[in-house]
C-alpha cells in the first residue's frame, strides 16, 4: 500500500465535488447521490490533491454499496483498495460495481473481494415466447394499480438482490424512472398483495425495461418468464421491435432464460463484495 495516501473520512454533503469530477457531471446533477449516502471517504496524497471518493449507500440485504470511485493514476488499484477498506471498517459489508473506469476489478479480486453478481444489459428484438402466470396470480398493467403500498409492495420484491437498495415513495409514483404506468406489469395474488412488477417504457424508439422483480415464494414459479411477456406483449402493441433489459443481481439461470428468448449481452458490470 502507498503510505503517503491518506483516507480521510467526510460527511457525504463533502463528497459532491468529488463525484461531479468522477463522473464528468454538474454538481447539482449528482446531488440525490451523495443525499442518498450516510459516510464518505476521501483518499488524498502528500499535496492534498484528491486520488478517489466513495461514499456508502445502503443496501437492505446486503450491507451498503460503495458509489464513487479513484482517478486514473499509477497507484489506482491500491487506492481503490484502501477506500474499500476504510469503508468496511465503518460500515461493515460492502459491495461495488467494478466498473473499470471507476473501480478497476483486477486489483480487488486480487486483494480478496468477491464476485457476487453482476449489473447486465441485454438487447435484441423484442422477444415473443407467450408464458401464462401461474395459478391465483393476476398480471395487470401498473397503471390500473394506482395504490402507492401495493406498488411499493410490488417493488420492495428486489430488495434482497445485490445492487438493489431500499425502495422509496418516489419509486412509486406515476413516471418514476421514465416508466410507463400503462407499459409496466404488476402482479397480484389472490388476496391482493403484490407478488411481482416488471417495469417498461420507450426511449428513442426502443423498448427499455428493468428485470422482473418476483417474491421470493414466488421464484420457483414461471411468474418472471409471465411478466417479461406480457410487457413485451404491450410493446409489440405500441410498434416496438427492439427492447432492452436491465438486470442487477439476476441469477445465472435467469440470465440463461432471457438469452434463450434471443437477446444478447451488451453491457456488463460485475458487482464486488468485501465482508
Not at 446486503?62 to 468496511?88: S, T
Request: charged fraction near 25%; charge should be negative; aromatic fraction near 6%.
Amino acid at each position: 500500500m502507498p503510505p503517503s495516501v491518506e483516507v480521510q473520512v467526510v460527511s457525504p454533503a463533502g463528497l459532491r465535488a468529488a463525484f461531479a469530477a468522477l463522473y464528468g457531471a454538474d454538481p447539482d446533477d449528482i446531488a440525490w447521490m451523495t443525499e442518498a449516502c450516510t459516510a464518505g471517504f476521501v483518499a488524498l496524497d502528500p499535496a492534498g490533491d484528491m486520488l478517489g471518493a466513495v461514499g456508502t449507500r445502503p443496501s437492505p440485504r446486503h450491507g451498503a454499496e460503495l458509489v464513487g470511485g479513484v482517478f486514473p493514476g499509477p497507484a489506482r488499484d491500491e487506492v481503490a483498495l484502501l477506500l474499500v477498506r476504510a469503508a468496511q471498517a465503518e460500515v461493515g459489508r460492502v459491495y461495488l460495481f467494478a466498473e473499470g473506469y471507476l473501480f478497476p476489478p483486477e486489483g480487488l479480486l486480487e486483494a480478496g473481494l468477491r464476485e457476487v453478481g453482476a449489473y447486465r444489459r441485454l438487447s435484441g428484438r423484442v422477444p415473443y415466447r407467450h408464458v401464462d402466470p401461474p395459478a391465483g396470480v393476476r398480471l395487470l398493467p401498473l397503471a390500473d394499480v394506482p395504490d402507492a403500498e401495493t406498488r411499493l409492495q410490488a417493488l420492495r420484491t428486489y430488495e434482497d438482490r445485490v445492487g438493489h437498495h431500499a425502495v422509496t415513495p418516489e419509486a412509486a409514483a406515476d413516471g418514476a424512472g421514465g416508466f410507463d404506468a400503462h407499459l409496466s406489469v404488476i402482479a397480484l395474488d389472490d388476496s391482493g398483495r403484490a407478488v411481482g412488477v416488471c417495469r417498461a417504457g420507450i426511449e428513442d424508439g426502443e423498448g427499455r425495461l428493468d428485470a422482473p422483480g418476483v417474491a421470493p415464494d414466488w421464484r420457483h414459479t414461471n411468474l418472471r418468464a409471465a411478466l417479461l411477456n406480457e410487457v413485451n406483449t404491450r410493446l409489440r402493441a405500441a410498434g416496438i421491435t427492439r427492447v432492452s433489459v436491465d438486470s442487477w443481481g439476476d441469477t445465472l439461470e435467469e440470465l440463461a432464460h432471457d438469452l434463450k428468448l434471443g437477446l444478447g449481452v451488451t453491457e456488463e458490470t460485475p458487482i464486488l463484495a468485501a465482508g
